[in-house]
Every structure is written in structure tokens, then in C-alpha cells.
């Protein structure tokens, strides 16, 4: 989903339900935490392997980002739309945010789907240096936020029913 139509969603979203934006930045805040130990178990390891990675996750297509409604708004809570981040000079096939040095997106909240491993190398090395039981506790930790803000949104991010809400009923004469 781009970031344009995610952004829309997120400002009408925050103008209808502004009661669940407090507990939306402290899900937001735990997020940010777990991301940042994540990243302490992965970076040595991405470092190594993904400079000489043969089918790169991150090139594979031109998405802006792996964004869903989840995790952008959570992402929306700590910081602002991502417009300016998207790498320049973009080569057609990759993700808007991969730039030379990598995600340009802030290390401690990128999508989900970014963060849940699913390349067997990073896998195998974490089992190498004992720290798959630690990631896998992490990613168990935020798949249980995300299934807590899961249906705070799910009547929300429909179209039908932000018309539904905005609907006026005729006055009866
Ligand atoms: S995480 Fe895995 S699939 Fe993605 S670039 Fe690194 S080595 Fe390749
Ligand atoms: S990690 Fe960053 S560059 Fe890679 S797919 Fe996710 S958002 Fe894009």
C-alpha cells in the first residue's frame, strides 16, 4: 500500500477515534523498544550476510515498504509520514526506502513484515550464536501488540464503514 493512501487512512482514522491515539503511542512505544533488540541480535548478522545475498528481500519489488494499517499507524504515533525517506535515484525493482546504506526508515519501527525473518540464513546464524530464542521471544512479543491493535482498526479501515459512519440520516418531515 503507498505511503499516500496509508497517510489518508491514518489522518481520518486519528480524526474519528482520537480516544485510542494514547494507547496506540505507548503500543507504538513497546514496539520501538522490542524492534531495538532485534536489531542488536540481527545487525553483525545482516551486516555479514546480505552484502553477498544473491535474491536481496529488499529489491525484489518497488513497494513502499511492507506497511500495513498496523504498523504504519504505530509508526505514525513516534513519527512523521515517511514521504521524504524514500532513497532517490530508485532503480525500478527495489523498496522506496532501500538506500545505499540500507532501510532509510528509523531502525526501531519498520513494518512488521520487514522484521519477522523469513531468510533461512539469518535464521541458521541466529541458531549459531544462540540467539534464536531470544528473537523468537521478541517477535512472539510484537505479534501480540499487533493482535491487540488489530481490532481498534478492524472497523475503521474499511471504506464501507467510514462511509457508514459519516452517513446522516434523512430528518423525517
Ligand atoms: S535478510 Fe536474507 S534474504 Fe534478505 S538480503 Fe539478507 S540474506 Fe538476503
Ligand atoms: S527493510 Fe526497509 S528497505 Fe527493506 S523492504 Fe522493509 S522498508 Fe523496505
Redesign the pocket.
Known amino acids: 500500500m503507498g505511503i499516500e493512501f496509508l497517510e489518508q487512512k491514518f489522518q481520518r482514522y486519528i480524526s474519528i477515534c482520537p480516544h485510542n491515539r494514547e494507547y496506540l503511542r505507548a503500543t507504538a512505544l513497546r514496539v520501538s523498544r522490542i524492534q531495538t533488540e532485534m536489531r542488536i541480535l540481527l545487525d553483525d548478522i545482516?551486516q555479514q550476510?546480505?552484502?553477498?545475498?544473491?535474491?536481496?528481500?529488499?529489491?525484489c519489488l518497488p513497494v513502499d515498504g511492507w506497511f500495513t494499517e498496523c504498523d504504519y499507524f504505530l509508526f505514525r504515533m513516534l513519527y512523521p509520514a515517511p514521504v521524504d525517506l524514500r532513497a532517490v535515484g530508485h532503480d525500478g525493482k527495489s523498496c522506496f526506502f532501500l538506500g545505499e546504506r540500507g532501510c532509510r526508515l528509523p531502525s526501531d519501527m519498520r513494518p512488521f513484515p520487514c522484521v519477522k525473518?523469513?531468510?533461512?540464513?539469518?535464521i541458521e546464524e541466529l541458531k549459531r550464536y544462540g540467539r534464536l530464542d531470544a528473537f523468537t521471544a521478541l517477535n512472539n512479543e510484537l505479534e501480540q501488540l499487533q493482535e491487540k491493535v488489530y481490532p481498534l482498526l478492524a472497523d475503521i479501515v474499511s471504506y464501507t464503514v467510514f462511509q457508514a459512519q459519516n452517513y446522516e440520516p434523512p430528518v423525517s418531515t
Do not use: E, I, R, S
Open positions: 545482516t550476510w546480505c552484502p553477498m545475498c544473491k535474491a536481496p528481500c529488499c529489491q525473518v523469513n531468510c533461512k540464513n539469518v
